[in-house]
């Protein structure tokens, strides 16, 4: 499926680098937009993404299907050389779900890891499964390993220091239950509940942790209930207590860093005004976001993933503002799109 209007998204970078610029603050970090690449649009929904190094390639994943909500959800794989020229290397598809949220990690014993979950398309016995997939070369993978129990979406895995693996598990089956489990695995393969309820009102959800050199952990919520307020968590090992801050403003598809100089950087969808794929400074001590760089983005879009190679901030995300356009004709709604950021 081709676009029938081919937009040229590196051709109008000047315009997106000033449109970006211009919603700016004032800050005391510069970023600049050097280039903005649309890497993936051949299926009407494309959307939900993460980026990954492994061997010395790129790999983007991410969910194609009909529609936002659809059962026809599965996980596309691209692969690159150099992050300008993609090509599919992989094709995950479900009989029984909705695949969605696919992320990607590398686990200790040096395998791409790609997790998700699927809605089952009969709930009787639970409405989500989470699975992860493993792989030694990005292209061929195993069979799916269920993670976590049923109805847990376990949205994110991030590995410690240790090796060992951590996942916000959010409660999808019952709507009287919007608990959040902490599970930890050593393997990605069997996960265990570390903590069975974090205690976060508001509806919890999609979560992002990573570890200090120290082992402190924090973790950036998405809550979506209440005042819909994002929330900043922080624990130390074995992390079974944390303390919770509230943000005070609403986040959607949270992924975060922290990048080589120490800062603390997040990507993700924001609400206040128009609704777009924003990079953001996180202060670890307070949880306050500070919003330094708008990505081209609009309409549904969010769920990005970041990596800081060779003195830039590469991420993927998905948007469809390019279909908002007056007068555009695609046969996209959303697409999947390749930010690099230079950052000061």
């Known amino acids: 499926m081709q676009a029938k209007k081919r937009f040229s998204v590196v051709n109008g ?4 680098v000033v449109t970006a610029t211009m919603q700016l603050p004032v800050l005391s970090h510069a970023a600049e937009l050097v280039r903005i690449d649309r890497i993936w ?21 991410f969910r194609e299907g009909t529609r936002h909500v659809s ?5 596309r794989v691209l692969r690159s050389d150099d992050g300008l020229k993609w090509e599919s290397a992989a094709l995950i598809e479900s009989e029984d779900s909705d695949l969605r949220d696919a992320k990607l990690s590398v686990t200790p014993d040096g395998q791409l890891m790609l997790s998700g979950a699927g809605a089952l398309h009969d709930p009787s016995e639970g409405s989500h499964q989470s699975f992860n997939w493993f792989s030694d070369d990005g292209v061929t993978w195993s069979e799916p390993v269920d993670a976590g129990k049923r109805s847990d979406w376990l949205w994110r895995t991030s590995w410690s220091n240790d090796g060992m693996a951590y996942s916000v598990g959010y409660h999808t089956g019952d709507p009287t239950d919007r608990r959040v489990r902490l599970y930890e695995s050593k393997d990605g393969r069997q996960y265990d509940v ?5 205690m976060i009102d508001g509806y919890p959800n999609e979560s992002s942790i990573l570890f200090l050199e120290d082992d402190t952990a924090y973790c950036l919520l998405r809550r979506d209930a209440g005042s819909k307020t994002g929330m900043w968590g922080e624990s ?7 303390t919770w801050r509230d943000m005070g403003v609403r986040i959607g ?16 969808r924001l609400y206040d005004g ?3 794929t924003s990079l953001c400074w996180v202060d670890p001590k307070t949880g306050a976001l500070d919003e330094f760089l708008a990505l081209p983005s609009g309409g549904d879009t969010s769920y990005a993933g970041m990596v800081f190679y060779e003195d830039h901030l590469w991420v993927s995300y998905y948007s469809q503002h390019e279909s908002l356009e007056e007068g555009a004709e695609t046969e996209f709604t959303t697409a999947i799109y390749l930010a690099q950021v230079r950052l000061d």
């Open 13 to 16: 970078l000047l315009l997106l």
């Open 194 to 198: 570390l903590v069975d309820n974090l």
């Open 41 to 61: 649009d051949q299926a009407h929904h494309n959307a939900f993404t993460d980026l990954a190094r492994f061997k010395g390639q790129w790999f983007c994943v």
């Open 236 to 242: 130390k090992p074995p992390y079974t207590d944390w």
């Open 253 to 268: 598809g949270p992924e975060m860093m922290r990048l080589p100089d120490g800062r603390f950087v997040a990507a993700v």
């Open 274 to 276: 128009k609704v777009r």
């Open 71 to 75: 059962d026809d959800g599965s996980l």
